[in-house]
């Protein structure tokens, strides 16, 4: 595990027009199998179910899921088998993300979708109970107050001063924990890679207040960067992606990282940064 992860300075004429400095917080290279926000959000769970003396880790996610893949790997890493409960129908042969979630020993199972939704029910848990034994349960996107307090740890890693701290926002639990990171002054913003993502103020809020006992009023959600949705892409989001490996040699996530940095550069473009700002772009995957 790479942690503290890099940071870079981006060296774009874009920014250097707004005198605005942007940093690339690097955790995709944190691990190449547990990358990003996936490893703090799961490091004191892992604690937490080894504490409590659970051998196995269960988990839910949709058949591209990060988080699912990151689970396995973890679980393969620190001695937990792991079952990832997979959202609708068994496809096969397996995608790459399932593919390799089994090649880490996960043992994967299908919900249908109508069961998926009440997935955290008393009788559905039972059910699973009855089949898988006992487990240790991570949420789906690996989201809760542990999950919190990883993300907590990010802004101590970050030596420059700086204004303003970017990240992408699936379940929001990443931008909850970092928003409680920060300093006094310091700001978090989140872009929603969700269209209609406008209940993640909600659970922000909901998740700090479970986490910390209180908000922290530090952070703000963009819901103008999804790009038509979860893991919809347009000619204008692959140019973007195409044309920053060019410039600066980094390949964008497209599903969560590339919506956030494109929302990031617009609002650059726009001035809406003043004048001498620095700003840090978590790159979470
Ligand atoms: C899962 C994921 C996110 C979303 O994190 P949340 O804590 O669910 O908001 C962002 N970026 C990447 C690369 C991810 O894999």
Redesign the pocket.
Known sequence: MQVPSPLTELRDERLRARAVRLYLKRD?LISPDL????WR?LKYNLIAARERGHDTLLTFGGAYS??IRATAAAGARFGFATIGVIRGEEHRPLNGSLSQAVSHGMRLTYMDRATYRRKTDPDVLDTLAAEFGDFYLLPE???NTL?LRG?MELPAEIAPDFDVLC?????????AGLAAGLRPGQRAL?FS?LKGGEFLANDVRRLQIEAFGAETGNWSIDFGSHFGGYAKRTPELDTFVADFRERHDVAL?W???AKMLHGVFTRVDAGEFPEGSAVVAVV??
Do not use: E, F, Q, W
């Open positions: 995709d990358p990003g926000n996936k959000k990060n988080h996107g690996g989201t999950a993300c990240c992408a926002c699936g379940t929001g639990g990443t931008l989140g890679a996530d599903v969560y990282v979470t995957g």
